[in-house]
């Protein structure tokens, strides 16, 4: 539970091409589509008492602007920045700026892929990162970062 006994409120942030997912490169990616990931993490949201905020972004700006908007929303975020966290300091000053914990998420093993995908600009502000596990790393993810924020809300 977040403070004061509310419901615990996760945003889960996805960024550029995550909307093909199931037809984009399914020997890397797999051929799990957003939508049925979306599903089964809110089949988890149920389990854990936790409230889910969908979102996908093709628009960098866009998903800054989200990321602002989380600003005293929610109690974390679970993000999968795609290409962008290769690439993008402006992703991870947003949630840095606004104090929103997060994991990182990744569906292929970044560190075993091509060198311009084996740094990530996120993993240093998050509370974990979880990689190479398919859709269902988006589990793990949410699972790990659910159960940091309570231990963090209980001490």
Known sequence: MAPGGLLMRIAVFNGPNLNLLGIREPAIY??????????RLEAVGETLGITLLFSQFNDEGRMIDAIHNCYGVVDGALVN???????SLAIRDALTAV???Y???HLSNIWGREPERRHSWLAPGAIG???GFGADGYEL??????QALRRTTES
């Not at 920045?81 to 690439?87: D, K, P, R």
């Not at 993810?141 to 659910?146: F, N």
């Open 141 to 146: 993810a949410l699972r790990g970062l659910v």
């Open 129 to 131: 990162v979880i990689a």
């Open 103 to 105: 994991a990182e998420v």
């Open 99 to 101: 104090r929103l914990p």
């Open 30 to 39: 797999g051929t799990t589509t957003l939508g049925e990931i979306e599903s």
């Open 81 to 87: 920045a795609g290409a962008w966290t290769h690439t």
